[in-house]
Each structure stands twice: as C-alpha cells, then as structure tokens.
Nanobody, 125 residues
Framework: QVQLVESGGGLVQAGGSLRLSCAAS????????MGWFRQAPGKKREFVTA????????YYTDSVKGRFTISRDNAKNTVYLEMNNLKPEDTAVYYC??????????????????WGQGTQVTVSS
C-alpha cells in the first residue's frame, strides 16, 4: 500500500508562485503514473494534471496550461507541481494521487487508487 504526503501549500497573492511536493512511500513509486487534483469549497474534486511513470507524458486541464508544470523525481519518490501566475480561482485543497498503471489512463478521480491528505492553496486577489 502506498502512502502519499503533500506539502508546500500556503497563502499567496495573485500572480505569485508555489511549488507543491508529494512524497510517496510503501511501493515502487517509479512504476506508476501520478496526478494532482484540487477541490474548492462546495465543488467537486477536479483533475489538474498527471504524469506518466517516467515523466515523458504529462496532461493538464485547460485552465492551468502554461501556468502549472508537473514533474517527478523517481530517485526521491516525489512528484512536484510548480504553479505560476496563480489566480484566486486556483484556491483549493490540492491532492496528489497515484494510478495503478505506469501510464495515465484516465483523468477521472475514480481511476486513481491512493490519495494524500491534501494541502491548502489560497490565492488572494
């Protein structure tokens, strides 16, 4: 069973940047695709981005393209989310999650097997 722990959230002004990290343990991290999701108050959890096992494929929701970058360091069992030019609408709890496949097969949250506890990102206007 895999354990995921997110960190790096916080309060930032609009236009600012944050870097989220998600540290994995409990199984071979490098074998599996990883993703980031977010959930704002009163809204459903939504897909943000995902990356294949070796980092050669990444996918983004349209609203973050050009501003967010997902990456992974398999030697450190960590996936990152670099967020630039943040907007108030990016405010949410951000979760990392892992699929049980090496490639990204879905962006539906139900297709991700394990989840972290989340980290709060708040963007002030």
């Amino acid at each position: 069973q895999v354990q995921l722990v997110e960190s790096g959230g916080g309060l930032v002004q609009a236009g600012g940047s944050l870097r989220l990290s998600c540290a994995a343990s409990g199984r071979t991290f490098s074998n599996y695709a990883m993703g980031w999701f977010r959930q704002a108050p009163g809204k459903k959890r939504e897909f943000v981005t995902a990356i294949s096992w070796n980092g050669d494929r990444a996918y983004y929701t349209d609203s973050v393209k050009g501003r967010f970058t997902i990456s992974r360091d398999n030697a450190k069992n960590t996936v990152y989310l670099e967020m630039n030019n943040l907007k108030p609408e990016d405010t949410a709890v951000y979760y990392c999650a892992t699929q049980n496949t090496p490639v990204v097969t879905t962006i539906d949250p139900t297709g991700f097997a394990s989840w972290g506890q989340g980290t709060q990102v708040t963007v002030s206007s």
